[in-house]
Nanobody
């Protein structure tokens, strides 16, 4: 029983930056592994990044490595995705997701995550 709400999406020029936020409620946030996924029109939902519980290790898709940073603030029950050097191909709906230790495996497949936010649109113009 976890509710996730994303925010921070919008329109940005190529090379610019955005920071997405995801606020969780209904469960102990610090015990959840958190991931970000994205989905462009007509394409499958794809993995972007995760941050694990309990160790806090992070992992990124190759396409965003070096440009995006995932972090969390447990005091605020919030996970962030800092996106720098944005490209038009980053345009997608971005989803926040939460996984318990029972379901988290590799962290890169959507079926591992029990709870999802509603998504926030990110559009990068050239």
């Amino acid at each position: 029983q976890v509710q996730l709400v994303e925010s921070g999406g919008g329109l940005v020029q190529a090379g610019g930056s955005l920071r997405l936020s995801c606020v969780a409620s209904g469960r102990s946030f610090s015990s959840l592994s958190m991931g970000w996924f994205r989905q462009a029109p007509g394409k499958d939902r794809e993995f972007v990044a995760f941050i694990r519980w309990p160790g806090g290790s992070t992992f990124y898709a190759d396409d965003v490595k070096g440009r995006f940073t995932i972090s969390r603030d447990n005091a605020k029950n919030t996970v962030y995705l800092q996106m720098n050097s944005l490209k038009p191909e980053d345009t997608a709906v971005y989803y926040c997701a939460a996984a318990t230790f029972l379901t988290f495996r590799s962290g890169v497949t959507h079926s591992e995550y029990d709870h999802w936010g509603q998504g926030t649109q990110v559009t990068v113009s050239s």
